[in-house]
């Protein structure tokens, strides 16, 4: 708004202008979720709202155990509050990262019932973040199962998406970081670090700045990063890993031998332990290999 009035109206001006941003913000969180989301937060269960923290932070720990509780706990917050995208978005999210990180169940009825949440999430509120998110897990996942091309666009697209709904969103903007990394490590390199400016302790976006930074030929940047994130969290096996990666660039074979088998030992992941199996073979040792595979 232009406001043209005399000097000596200042403080009139001041609370014209307070006025109106006041009734502005207002019309833009009812616009963010309309009278029906206002009505449901100002109703919500206080335990509702408890289960979706606890379920929030097992989510982020990212182990099999978290991720089954959080998934548990979204299950039962999906029946407390059928009309509450959030949480089958996250339930959704939750589901593909069991099936495809952890091996959790079968792959196909699992990524359907997450894609049918996404579904309604989204049908609930077409603004959300978190919908948007899962969804570009769905299509990530499905690109690596199935080679799908389509796949592969549909998920930077709903990484992007989300990236724009929610700009303070460190989740959203490391999971577009991470996934553009390998055909464009420096956009990526540019979306990691205002991630972890908003949140420097988000180990997932540490990890993906890492790998971003190595791929531009950062290796020495990456493995300080990497290090530092074991210090933080040492149960963190995917920066046990990414360290091994960095190692092996590097040609520090012996020394990346020691990471992975550190990253596979708990055995909540079979990445690693293929990661380990690999450099055994590569190293001549099929015994050693074979047997970093038995587990799974």
């Keep these: 708004e232009t ?23 207002k019309a ?39 991720v ?47 894609e049918a949440q996404i579904a309604k999430a989204l049908e609930l509120d077409p603004q959300s973040s978190t919908a948007y998110i899962a969804k570009g897990m769905v299509g990530a996942i499905r690109f690596i199962r199935e080679g799908s091309a389509q796949a592969e666009i549909d998920a930077e697209a709903a990484y992007k998406r989300a990236a724009d709904l929610a700009p303070r969103d460190p989740e959203a ?21 205002r991630a972890l400016e908003i949140d420097p302790l988000d180990r997932i976006a540490n990890n993906a700045l890492a790998g971003s930074l190595a791929a531009t030929g950062r290796l020495d940047e990456a493995e300080q990063r ?24 590097q040609g520090r074979l012996d020394q990346a031998v020691i990471w992975y088998r550190m990253a596979a030992a708990p055995q909540t992941d079979p990445s690693s332990s293929i990661q380990l199996a690999n450099l055994y073979y590569n190293l001549g040792l099929p015994a050693e290999a074979d047997g970093a595979l038995a587990p799974w």
Excluded: C, W
């Excluded at 989301?37 to 606890?54: C, M, N, T, W």
């Excluded at 059928?82 to 089958?88: I, K, L």
């Excluded at 490391?174 to 990691?192: C, F, H, K, M, N």
């Excluded at 149960?235 to 990666?245: A, H, I, R, T, Y």
């Design 3 to 25: 406001y043209d009035r005399p000097m000596n109206d200042a403080f009139a001006i001041q609370s014209e202008i307070a006025d109106g941003v006041a009734t502005a913000l």
């Design 28 to 66: 833009e969180l009812f616009a963010g979720g309309g009278e029906a989301a206002s009505g449901r937060q100002a109703l919500r269960d206080p335990e509702a709202y408890r289960l979706e923290v606890v379920a929030k932070g097992q989510l982020r720990r990212r182990g099999k155990d978290h």
């Design 68 to 114: 089954m509780a959080a998934q548990a706990i979204y299950r039962r917050l999906i029946e407390m509050e059928p009309d509450n995208a959030e949480v089958r978005a996250a339930y959704a999210y939750a589901t593909a990262y069991l099936a495809q990180n952890h091996l959790e169940g079968d792959f196909t009825p699992a990524v359907r019932s997450a």
């Design 173 to 193: 903007l490391s999971l577009y970081g991470d996934y553009i990394a390998a055909r464009r490590p420096q956009e990526a390199v540019t979306y990691l670090r």
């Design 226 to 249: 990497l290090r530092a994130n074991i210090e933080l969290f040492p149960e963190f096996v995917d920066s046990k890993e990414q360290l091994g990666d960095v190692l092996i660039e």
